[in-house]
Each structure stands twice: as C-alpha cells, then as structure tokens.
C-alpha cells in the first residue's frame, strides 16, 4: 500500500459526459501528479500540483482540468468524454517537486466510456 | 524529442535465473532515472532509482545500471522468483522550470517460468 488513495475505482459512463476523479496523496506529501495509462500510449503524465498550485502540465487534453485543495487532496475533472479516453488514471503523489525524488503511486481509477 | 523506449517487451526467464531489463532513452538532460514495477490491477510501484551522477546502484536483489554515454538503462534482478512477474517500467525526470516530469517508456513483461 503506497498510502495514496484513489476513488472510485471503477467508472462507466457515456460519450459526452463529464466525470471526476478523485485522489488524496500520502501523509505529509505535497505535490500530486496525474497520470493517463491506455493500452496504445502507455503511462503518459498529464499535470502536476504543488501545494495547490499547478507545477507542470503534460499530454494534458484541454477536455480535462485538474486542481488540488488546500487539504492536499486533488480532483482531474474529464469533460466531452470519447471512447479514446478510456483508461487507466493514475494519481502519485511525492513530498516535494521541484527536485528528483520518489512518486508513490495510487491503486488507480479505470475509466470506461461507452 | 522526448522519449523513452525499451528494447524487448517481453521477457521470459527460469525462476533462480538473474534477469536483465533495458531501456534506452534519448534526453541527454534527464538528471533521475527510476525502475517502477507494475503487478496486474496494481498502480506502478518504485524499485529502484539513480541519478545521473551515479553509474550503478544497488538494492536488495536489484541493480541498476546507468550508461550516460549511449543513453542507456538496465535492471538487473538476482536470483527471480515468481513474485517479479509484473511489467516493469523505465522514466527518465525532466526537470522542466523546477518541476518534475516523468518520462515513462512502453514497459517490458516479465514473466517467470517455474
């Protein structure tokens, strides 16, 4: 148990729709980092938080947003939702991020778009 | 571009047997490399790290390998055992403005035959 946590676990919805998921990052940690996993592109980054403000943005659409709360915890809003963004979201988390050092990452929400 | 790539997906080796994964990859400015771990329905987990100052470190039962001058990343795994099935991912960190951003390759397969 990497001591990040990730809700839901399972997701199915439609084209079109919009959803969030949600991510609180390990005790003590401050930065959180989203990633995208499918099967064609792999684990892609998408953004970076720290301390509430966003760090570094990825291969982040701009369907989707993200944001983290004074409580540390962060939310990636997926909006206009396409089969193509069907996949794996996975939240990690570190204690800083303006150096190298470990991201631990979350168990992960799958994302199924019909 | 940015890019990290490894050069077999899959690999099958005899439990006992000692087990090599490579990884290239192609920014000369990436100071961290990590070895992530990634278990069926599992979020990727860290195993081992070096940075670019370092050209080999040690874990317990790991080690990694890092060769600056052709860009290139090993793991190598003592003595495998049915618990190292997984897919196994290199990253090179970019530090981008003072963020951090993870570069993942495609990962390669690790399967172990009894």
Same mark, same amino acid.
């Given at each position: 148990d990497s001591g990040v946590t990730q809700t839901p676990k399972h997701l199915i919805t439609a084209t079109g729709q919009r959803?969030?998921?949600r991510c609180s990052p390990?005790?003590?940690?401050?930065?959180?980092?989203?990633?995208?996993?499918?099967?064609?592109?792999?684990?892609?980054?998408?953004?970076?938080?720290y301390n509430g403000e966003e760090r570094?943005?990825?291969?982040?659409?701009?369907?989707?947003?993200?944001?983290?709360?004074?409580?540390?915890?962060?939310?990636?809003?997926?909006?206009?939702?396409?089969l193509g963004d069907s996949a794996l979201y996975f939240c990690a988390s570190s204690l800083t991020g303006t150096s190298a050092n470990e991201q631990f990452f979350g168990p992960g929400t799958r994302l199924t778009v019909l | 571009g940015e890019s990290v790539g490894l050069h077999l997906p899959t690999l099958s080796v005899q439990e006992g047997d000692n087990s090599i994964i490579n990884c290239a990859y192609s920014n000369s400015a990436s100071d961290y490399f990590i070895w992530y771990k990634q278990e069926s329905g599992k979020g990727?987990?860290?195993? *081992?790290?070096?940075?670019?100052?370092? $050209?080999?470190?040690?874990?317990?039962?790991?080690?990694?390998?890092?060769?600056?001058?052709?860009?290139?990343?090993?793991?190598? *795994?003592?003595?495998?055992?049915?618990? $190292?099935?997984?897919v196994y991912f290199c990253a090179e960190n970019l530090d981008v403005q003072g963020a951090q951003k993870l570069v993942f390759g495609q990962g390669t397969r690790l399967t172990i035959n009894p």
């Open positions: 959803v969030t998921l390990r005790s003590g940690d401050l930065s959180v980092y989203w990633y995208q996993q499918s099967l064609d592109q792999g684990l892609q980054f998408l953004i970076q938080y570094a943005k990825g291969n982040i659409l701009e369907r989707f947003s993200a944001q983290q709360f004074p409580d540390l915890h962060s939310e990636l809003n997926l909006s206009s939702l396409e | 990727p987990q860290f195993i *081992i790290d070096i940075r670019s100052n370092m $050209d080999k470190r040690q874990g317990q039962r790991v080690t990694v390998l890092l060769n600056k001058t052709v860009k290139h990343l090993s793991l190598q *795994i003592a003595a495998t055992q049915p618990g $190292d099935s997984a």
